[in-house]
């Protein structure tokens, strides 16, 4: 199994922790600092937040068509988490289920403005109920946030928006300052250093998972149309980072892959950036067998997962176990989850999807045991529970039952 890349050498984790340290100390004068420092940003505290005027201004200013498609990408979006909300289950004997008050999403700024991640976080929030959602993305764009991030942020009535960004942001979320509230829970994707700050700060604030550098997993064989798997390792590659591996079955079908990966790299508007990408982290493998493939694939526990097998497609992702999403066919490129289908593509990275899972409205509420007993139940129950409290030498346990049977 390979490593998962946030398994960092010490070195770079005590400069987390040492940002982390700073910022509870400092507080605003060290994101003042360090703003500086990464982002090459001036900012003094009170231009921290963006204001109402941006956020409305860049609302207005956004192109119409785009708008219509980020409004129906929401209503998708709130659809299919309104669906699979366990809150919205009723007649669920000894347990409550509470939203959690407030919650910061990170939103990446750095290579390319990510509008939809705001879309794939904070609306799966609203539908579990949460209040108060504040969004931190660093201030690349101008010195500020990019005006499309800034729009969907209005649409959704987000009004705590942060041109903060990096493990300073995660430290502000979870510790607070002057100016800026903590949350009780962080979520969204970002690179290394915010990952690493989420996993430092866990157990003082909830955290999603380790959502890393983007990665994608495709299953082919010789019934798949290789231009079109080409194209799909280029969508995460040009991420920078991201990662594209092809697993198949077919050492003829893994050349033409390549073939067209040469053809089509040369047309993209990032074809540099991309084309290091694949170099550094992408690669086709042929194995002998789909069993084979299978496993290693459930090892290889990849963020996105397509499967383009033709007929076989579905019976081979009955057998896949883990993965952040699941990719069925040769008509569901991962863009159809990055931007339209309703699961969030917040999801698992770095082989982390063997025991976490996507972003869903779910991970949005805590659960609350209920336990009401009446006289006659206790009295049923009591010689059991005062038996297996006194084994455990819990004196004052077993005495806590006795006292009610004495009494009655």
Same mark, same amino acid.
């Given at each position: 199994?390979?490593?998962?890349?946030?398994?960092?050498? &010490?070195?770079?984790?005590t400069q987390v922790i040492?940002?982390?340290?700073?910022?509870?100390?400092?507080?605003?004068?060290?994101?003042?600092?360090?703003?500086?420092?990464?982002?090459?940003?001036? *900012?003094?505290?009170?231009?921290?937040?963006?204001?109402? +005027?941006?956020?409305?201004?860049?609302?207005? =200013?956004?192109?119409?068509?785009?708008?219509?498609?980020?409004?129906?990408?929401? +209503?998708?979006?709130?659809?299919?988490?309104?669906?699979?909300?366990?809150?919205?289950?009723?007649? !669920?004997?000894?347990?409550?289920?509470?939203?959690?008050?407030?919650?910061?999403?990170?939103?990446?700024?750095?290579?390319?403005?990510?509008?939809? /991640?705001?879309?794939?976080t904070a609306v799966p929030?609203?539908?579990?109920?949460?209040e108060r959602i504040v969004?931190?993305?660093?201030?690349?764009?101008?010195?500020?946030?990019?005006?499309?991030?800034?729009?969907?942020?209005?649409?959704?009535?987000?009004?705590?928006?942060?041109?903060?960004?990096?493990? !300073?942001?995660?430290?502000?979320?979870?510790?607070?300052?002057? /100016?800026?509230?903590?949350?009780?829970?962080?979520?969204?994707?970002?690179?290394?250093?915010?990952?690493?700050?989420?996993?430092?700060?866990?157990?003082?604030?909830?955290?999603?998972? @380790?959502?890393?550098?983007?990665?994608?997993?495709?299953? $082919?064989?010789?019934?798949?149309?290789?231009?079109?798997?080409?194209?799909?390792? *280029?969508?995460?590659?040009?991420?920078?980072?991201?990662?594209?591996?092809?697993?198949?079955?077919? !050492?003829?079908?893994?050349?033409?892959?390549?073939?067209?990966?040469?053809?089509?790299?040369?047309?993209?508007?990032?074809?540099?950036?991309?084309?290091?990408?694949?170099?550094?982290?992408?690669?086709?493998?042929?194995?002998?067998?789909?069993?084979?493939?299978?496993?290693?694939?459930?090892?290889?526990?990849?963020?996105?997962?397509?499967?383009?097998?033709?007929?076989?497609?579905?019976?081979? $992702?009955?057998?896949?176990?883990?993965?952040?999403? @699941?990719?069925?066919?040769?008509?569901?490129?991962?863009?159809?989850?990055?931007?339209?289908?309703?699961?969030?593509?917040?999801?698992?990275?770095?082989?982390?999807?063997?025991?976490?899972? $996507?972003?869903?409205?779910?991970?949005?509420?805590?659960? /609350?045991?209920? @336990?009401?007993?009446?006289?006659?139940?206790?009295?049923?129950?009591?010689? &059991? @529970?005062?038996?297996?409290? =006194?084994?455990?030498?819990?004196?004052?346990? $077993?005495?806590?039952?006795?006292?009610?049977?004495?009494? /009655?």
């Amino acid at each position: 199994m390979r490593e998962a890349w946030f398994l960092v050498g &010490d070195d770079r984790r005590t400069q987390v922790i040492d940002i982390l340290k700073e910022v509870k100390k400092r507080g605003n004068e060290a994101i003042v600092e360090y703003t500086k420092k990464f982002d090459r940003v001036e *900012l003094m505290p009170e231009q921290f937040t963006v204001s109402e +005027e941006d956020l409305e201004k860049a609302h207005k =200013e956004i192109d119409k068509d785009l708008l219509a498609s980020i409004r129906q990408a929401i +209503e998708n979006v709130r659809k299919y988490q309104d669906e699979i909300f366990i809150g919205n289950k009723v007649n !669920q004997p000894g347990i409550k289920y509470t939203p959690i008050e407030s919650v910061g999403i990170c939103i990446p700024g750095a290579s390319a403005p990510l509008p939809s /991640t705001v879309i794939m976080t904070a609306v799966p929030a609203r539908v579990a109920g949460v209040e108060r959602i504040v969004v931190v993305s660093p201030p690349r764009y101008k010195g500020s946030i990019h005006p499309t991030i800034l729009a969907v942020c209005y649409e959704l009535e987000i009004d705590e928006v942060l041109r903060v960004g990096g493990a !300073q942001a995660v430290a502000a979320l979870a510790f607070g300052t002057n /100016t800026i509230l903590r949350v009780d829970k962080i979520v969204g994707p970002g690179n290394q250093w915010v990952q690493m700050a989420k996993k430092e700060a866990f157990g003082l604030v909830g955290i999603d998972s @380790i959502a890393g550098p983007s990665e994608v997993l495709i299953i $082919a064989n010789d019934k798949a149309n290789p231009a079109w798997v080409a194209a799909d390792m *280029l969508s995460q590659a040009e991420h920078a980072p991201g990662s594209a591996v092809v697993f198949t079955d077919s !050492q003829r079908f893994g050349e033409e892959v390549l073939d067209e990966l040469k053809k089509q790299i040369g047309g993209l508007s990032r074809a540099k950036e991309t084309k290091d990408c694949l170099t550094r982290f992408g690669g086709i493998f042929v194995f002998k067998s789909r069993e084979d493939i299978i496993a290693a694939a459930n090892d290889f526990a990849p963020e996105h997962l397509e499967i383009q097998c033709g007929e076989q497609s579905r019976e081979i $992702a009955d057998k896949i176990k883990n993965a952040g999403a @699941i990719f069925i066919g040769e008509y569901s490129p991962v863009a159809v989850g990055d931007y339209w289908a309703g699961p969030s593509h917040t999801l698992p990275t770095g082989t982390t999807a063997r025991f976490f899972s $996507a972003l869903s409205a779910n991970d949005f509420i805590k659960s /609350t045991s209920i @336990i009401e007993y009446s006289k006659e139940k206790l009295a049923e129950s009591a010689e &059991d @529970i005062i038996r297996l409290a =006194e084994a455990e030498g819990l004196d004052a346990h $077993a005495k806590s039952v006795k006292i009610r049977q004495v009494d /009655t």
